[in-house]
């Protein structure tokens, strides 16, 4: 068989994993997100949108990706908020890719690369106290800011290119840190 190099997949689906050393503007940049996306959803009553992640954490390494989470009452108006946010580089990808049914997974885009993603969440989806505790955890204790950076690091070294494992091979200190 011949090698086309033709993927099916966009090229930011399937770029490597890659931990950058903290950067202060990754909080700023955070900020303006929540903000706009705010302005954007609130049509569809969305009135709560968090920087959560490694990149709402000062002094911690991290993919140089935001990570935003807002609740939504429903996901009726899926479609129509796929479009709009479409238009302001937002990606939409769909359940049955994202293997996530609790979900609805966004990912903005610039120059083919991710810039940000967006977990849109039901009101009472558990995983929303989850985030935002982790969040704050980290944020309060210098120590498990450190552990959780040199574990990035070598999971990343690890699994560059496989972002499902490394997701996973993180979930034991997620559960660690939530006390679970």
């Known amino acids: 068989m011949e090698e086309t190099g033709f ?13 950058e050393k903290y950067n202060p503007n990754w909080i700023t940049q955070g900020s303006h997100e929540v903000q706009q996306l705010l302005s ?3 049509p ?3 009135y709560e949108v968090e920087h959560i992640g490694s990149t709402s ?3 911690l390494p991290s993919k140089p990706i935001l ?3 807002a609740i939504t009452p429903s996901y009726d108006r899926i479609n129509d908020v796929s ?3 479409g238009k302001h580089q937002w990606q939409y990808v769909p359940p049955e890719l994202d293997n996530r049914a609790w979900r609805r997974f966004f990912v903005k885009v610039e120059d083919e690369k991710r810039k940000a993603h967006l977990h849109l969440l039901l009101r009472g989806e558990p995983r929303w106290e989850q985030q935002l505790e982790f969040r704050n955890r980290l944020k309060g204790n210098p ?3 450190a552990e959780y950076g040199n574990l990035k690091v ?5 699994f560059g290119d496989d972002r499902e494992a490394y997701s996973k091979a993180k979930a034991d200190f997620i559960k660690h840190v939530l006390g679970q």
Do not use: C, H, K, Y
């Not at 993927?7 to 931990?19: D, G, H, K, M, V």
């Not at 070598?154 to 690890?158: E, F, R, S, T």
């Open 7 to 19: 993927s099916a997949f966009p090229r930011w689906a399937t770029e490597p994993i890659e931990i």
């Open 40 to 42: 954007l959803l609130s």
């Open 44 to 46: 569809f009553g969305v």
């Open 57 to 59: 954490i000062p002094t």
């Open 67 to 69: 990570d935003l989470m």
């Open 83 to 85: 479009d709009l946010l």
């Open 143 to 145: 120590s498990l800011i």
């Open 154 to 158: 070598n999971l990343a070294a690890q």
